[in-house]
């Protein structure tokens, strides 16, 4: 049974400070991994899809790695805002449409 | 304004009554999700459905009933059988059920 663990569960940083998120998973024969953003009390935001055949995904100040034969992938924010205090969800998919998403890391970027 | 629209925002239940959350999309996405998330957990899938009639069961979908009459539409029945329905639920569709899932802005539910 696929387990989806995110370590820390919460994370407080300066502004300005470049941080990396990691997200660990038991079985490595996955379609996909994808982070996701959370701000309280509301709904999910994609943030980055990895495939299984790609090693990272680059947007903006976010990237993404996957290393599938180890069972994790990271996520690293560059120089860190306010703006990006959200919990922060992985999920990987293992068929085409069932996502099993880690418990989150709670992000606080303070001013 | 394409997206997904979940109603209500909030929700009360009392005993042993069927309540029922909206999901409405216009993205003309064919695939459709309920998810449940408790406090400091990750998401849990209830119920998907891949085209319009048909669904399938998620993990935890005891207690819990849908209906897919329209692709724009996958509302979920909290029913008196499941015995611990607070939580938020989030709505989710995609293009396909290969694709990125986009999520409406969730309907918190508490019991009265």
């Known amino acids: 049974k696929q387990e989806v663990t995110q370590i820390p569960a919460a994370l407080s940083v300066p502004e300005g400070e470049n941080l990396v998120l990691n997200c660990s998973f038991t079985d490595s024969a996955i379609y996909n991994l994808q982070w996701f953003r959370q701000d309280p009390g509301k709904g999910l935001t994609s943030l980055l899809l990895?495939?299984?055949?790609?090693r990272e995904q680059t947007s903006g100040r976010l990237n993404a790695s996957l290393d599938k034969s180890s069972g994790r992938s990271t996520l690293y924010i560059a120089a860190s805002q306010p703006g990006d205090s959200a919990t922060y969800l992985c999920a990987v998919s293992h068929s085409s449409y069932k996502l099993i998403f880690g418990s989150g890391t709670r992000l606080l970027v303070r001013p | 304004d394409g997206g997904i629209t979940q109603s209500p925002k909030y929700l009360f239940r009392k005993e042993g009554q069927n309540v029922t959350l909206s999901c409405e999309q216009n993205l003309n996405h064919d695939a459709m999700y309920w998810y449940r998330q408790d406090p400091g957990q990750g998401l849990r899938l209830i119920y998907y459905s891949q085209i319009v009639n048909d669904f399938q069961k998620g993990d935890i979908a005891e207690g819990y009933s849908v209906s897919r009459e329209k692709k724009e539409s996958f509302p979920l029945t909290v029913t008196s059988a499941q015995k611990n329905p607070t939580a938020f639920y989030l709505c989710?569709?995609?293009?396909?059920?290969?694709?990125?899932?986009?999520f409406g802005a969730g309907t918190r539910l508490s019991v009265l």
């Open positions: 989710a569709s995609s293009i396909s059920a290969k694709n990125i899932q986009y």
């Open positions: 990895i495939q299984s055949s790609q």
